[in-house]
């Protein structure tokens, strides 16, 4: 009686063990899945205050805080010395390119839209997708804290409103999902 428990038990594990292989070659390698790490990333408060910051609807900052302010007056409080960058266009994130208030699917397909994806071969996507994600100032600001040359986290925030884990945590996760076909689930 006991062996044939074992067996049922050792052949159960491996029926669950090879279920799972079929979801996740069904599905793609879960790591490379926007939906297991980069959407909840794409989600802090690093990158939704700026994307946010237009978007009424979010009660984005230039309706409460910054309510009726000229964009030409942004480089007086956020000058260089401040954002790093020169110019304060250069360090707003585009209205609409996505917002805190999209699903998985929104947010990845928007981003995807806004690089022109679909005019694109898969490769040239890949460079510019992980260009941008790698080295864009206002991307390394949501992650690292701040620009290169500022040194201050924006609004005075602290490390837990920013994506977890790093830069080098970062490009593992961008990496799989490009390398995964950019797949939006």
């Given at each position: 009686?006991?062996?044939?428990?074992?067996?049922?038990?050792?052949?159960?594990?491996?029926?669950?063990?090879?279920m799972?292989?079929?979801?996740?070659?069904?599905?793609?390698?879960?790591?490379?899945?926007?939906s297991?790490?980069?959407?909840?990333?794409?989600?802090?408060?690093?990158?939704?205050?700026?994307?946010?910051?237009?978007?009424?609807?979010?009660?984005?900052?230039?309706?409460?805080?910054?309510?009726?302010?000229?964009?030409?007056?942004?480089?007086?409080?956020?000058?260089?010395?401040?954002t790093?960058?020169?110019?304060?266009?250069?360090?707003?994130?585009?209205?609409?390119?996505?917002?805190?208030?999209?699903?998985?699917?929104?947010t990845?397909?928007?981003?995807?839209?806004?690089?022109?994806?679909?005019?694109?071969?898969?490769?040239?996507?890949?460079?510019?997708?992980?260009?941008?994600?790698?080295?864009?100032?206002?991307?390394?600001?949501?992650?690292?804290?701040?620009?290169?040359?500022?040194?201050?986290?924006?609004?005075?925030k602290?490390?837990?409103?920013?994506?977890?884990?790093?830069?080098?945590?970062?490009?593992k996760?961008?990496?799989?999902?490009?390398?995964?076909?950019?797949?939006?689930?």
């Amino acid at each position: 009686m006991k062996l044939s428990t074992g067996v049922s038990i050792v052949f159960g594990v491996i029926m669950i063990v090879l279920m799972v292989s079929a979801v996740r070659n069904r599905n793609g390698n879960i790591d490379s899945r926007f939906s297991t790490y980069l959407y909840p990333k794409f989600q802090t408060k690093g990158c939704t205050n700026c994307h946010d910051f237009f978007e009424q609807r979010l009660n984005g900052l230039s309706f409460t805080t910054h309510r009726e302010r000229k964009a030409e007056k942004c480089v007086e409080c956020h000058d260089h010395g401040v954002t790093g960058f020169a110019h304060a266009d250069e360090w707003f994130a585009r209205p609409g390119l996505y917002t805190s208030d999209m699903n998985v699917q929104q947010t990845c397909e928007t981003i995807k839209a806004q690089m022109h994806a679909s005019f694109k071969h898969k490769d040239k996507l890949a460079r510019e997708m992980t260009a941008h994600l790698f080295e864009s100032p206002r991307v390394l600001w949501g992650i690292a804290g701040a620009t290169p040359k500022s040194g201050t986290l924006p609004e005075g925030k602290s490390e837990h409103d920013l994506i977890q884990g790093g830069l080098k945590q970062w490009k593992k996760e961008v990496n799989a999902w490009v390398q995964g076909g950019m797949t939006c689930d």
